[in-house]
């Protein structure tokens, strides 16, 4: 296929090697505005915001991936294979399973469990372990100790439903997965498909240790600040 694609309607050199990518839209162009140095709209396909520009001086592109393997998996697959993008950071949220990690603080996910069925399509003769690229998590984790912000690195599950009446999700905290998010697991076996690199940051937004725990709107976007300057710290 060549480009613009099915999903993104930018020329190739509109988009950088480099793509942060944050769930929502809107998010998108909070960074491109905040951070982003002559940012441009590159693409509105169904609202998927995509702002290309440079962060002191090195050109990055944001652009969001909506909800769900299904979004993250369009989106990173025609990133990697069409726009020929090096690396995709994606920037979200999660909800924490960790005694030690609360609500704004940096889950780094090195690798990410699954419910869904993203990576059948590969066809692998067994259970394919999908992994961040060892050199973002690592200076992802050195840009969060320079930061002094709490953060941990370890395991995610990416979970197909939000809304999961079985209730298990916490069951995974007995392997010492950090939290849940909608995601990482897609995006990495599209970088392994690809050859290409991946890392996911999320900001924790809720607990299901501590239900009660919160923050506010203030401390919330302050907190998806620290995480953005890490993401944009590796560009
Ligand atoms: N579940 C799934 N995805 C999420 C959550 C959650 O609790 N919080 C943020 N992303």
Same mark, same amino acid.
């Given at each position: #296929?060549?480009?613009? !694609?099915?999903?993104?309607?930018?020329?190739?050199? &509109?988009?950088?090697?480099?793509?942060l990518?944050?769930?929502?839209?809107?998010?998108?162009?909070?960074i491109?505005?905040? /951070?982003?140095? @002559?940012?441009?709209?590159? %693409?509105?396909?169904?609202?998927?915001?995509?702002?290309?520009?440079?962060?002191? *001086?090195?050109?990055?592109?944001?652009?969001? +991936?909506?909800?769900?393997?299904?979004?993250?998996?369009? /989106?990173? /697959?025609?990133?990697?294979?069409?726009?020929?993008?090096?690396?995709?950071i994606r920037v979200? +949220?999660?909800?924490?399973?960790?005694? =030690?990690?609360?609500?704004?603080?940096?889950?780094? $996910? #090195?690798?990410?469990?699954? %419910?869904? +069925?993203?990576?059948?399509?590969?066809? #692998?003769?067994? !259970?394919?372990?999908?992994?961040?690229?060892? =050199?973002?998590?690592?200076?992802a984790? &050195?840009?969060? &100790?320079?930061?002094?912000? %709490? /953060?941990?690195?370890?395991?995610?599950?990416?979970?197909?439903?939000?809304? @999961?009446?079985? *209730?298990?999700?916490?069951?995974? $905290?007995? #392997?010492?997965?950090? *939290?849940?998010?909608?995601?990482? $697991?897609?995006?990495?076996? @599209?970088?392994?498909?690809?050859?290409?690199?991946?890392l996911?940051i999320?900001?924790?937004?809720?607990?299901?240790?501590?239900?009660?725990?919160?923050?506010?709107?203030?401390?919330?976007?302050?907190?998806?600040?620290?995480m953005m300057e890490v993401a944009l710290g590796l560009v």
């Amino acid at each position: #296929m060549a480009v613009p !694609t099915a999903h993104i309607t930018a020329k190739k050199e &509109e988009i950088a090697k480099t793509v942060l990518m944050p769930g929502d839209p809107k998010r998108s162009a909070f960074i491109a505005k905040n /951070y982003l140095e @002559n940012p441009v709209l590159v %693409n509105d396909v169904r609202g998927v915001q995509g702002y290309t520009g440079t962060y002191k *001086g090195k050109p990055v592109t944001v652009m969001a +991936s909506g909800m769900g393997q299904p979004s993250i998996g369009i /989106y990173s /697959y025609e990133l990697f294979k069409f726009y020929d993008v090096d690396a995709i950071i994606r920037v979200g +949220s999660c909800g924490s399973f960790h005694p =030690d990690l609360h609500v704004r603080d940096i889950v780094i $996910a #090195m690798g990410a469990c699954t %419910n869904g +069925s993203f990576a059948n399509q590969f066809g #692998m003769p067994g !259970t394919f372990a999908p992994i961040a690229d060892f =050199d973002l998590v690592r200076r992802a984790a &050195e840009l969060c &100790e320079a930061k002094g912000v %709490n /953060y941990k690195v370890g395991n995610i599950f990416s979970s197909d439903m939000f809304y @999961n009446a079985a *209730g298990t999700d916490i069951e995974w $905290a007995k #392997m010492g997965v950090l *939290g849940v998010e909608m995601e990482s $697991a897609a995006l990495y076996c @599209n970088a392994a498909w690809t050859g290409k690199k991946a890392l996911c940051i999320c900001t924790v937004s809720d607990n299901f240790l501590c239900p009660e725990e919160n923050a506010t709107v203030e401390e919330r976007q302050n907190s998806f600040t620290d995480m953005m300057e890490v993401a944009l710290g590796l560009v």
